[in-house]
């Protein structure tokens, strides 16, 4: 069992950067993929970003590449993403989530391959 609290979200002007953070129970953290999703009102929940547990392979959403940033230090069971240049359409309630790393043949981006989630952070970017 892995438990996921986000925090850092808030309101910033469009350009502007804001930093994310999910801290994680448990003392395998090292063992889950993790992942950042988002859900705008009146969207369905997408993807944003990911690493390996390793934190050596990352993935991103097209949307959000070159602009965020997404890492990981195990020894404090932490995920961080890095948001710069933010514009209006990052405006959403931003996730963590996680999923055993040895589950074989999920998807980093599919929201129904995690098995863990936060209670999200709102991320508001004005223009």
């Known amino acids: 069992q892995v438990q996921l609290v986000e925090s850092g979200g808030g309101l910033v002007q469009a350009g502007g950067s804001l930093r994310l953070s999910c801290a994680a129970s448990?003392?395998?953290?090292?063992?889950?993929?993790m992942g950042w999703f988002r859900q705008a009102p009146g969207k369905e929940r997408e993807f944003v970003a990911a690493?390996?547990?390793?934190?050596?392979?990352?993935y991103y959403a097209d949307s959000v590449k070159g602009r965020f940033t997404i890492s990981r230090d195990n020894a404090k069971n932490a995920v961080t993403l890095q948001m710069n240049g933010l514009k209006p359409e990052d405006t959403a309630v931003y996730y963590c989530?996680?999923?055993?790393?040895?589950?074989?043949?999920?998807?980093?981006?599919?929201?129904?391959?995690?098995?863990?989630w936060g209670q999200g952070t709102q991320v508001t970017v004005s223009s």
């Open positions: 989530a996680a999923y055993r790393a040895d589950y074989r043949g999920r998807s980093y981006t599919s929201v129904d391959d995690y098995d863990y």
């Open positions: 448990g003392r395998t953290f090292s063992r889950y993929n």
């Open positions: 690493l390996r547990g390793s934190g050596a392979i990352t």
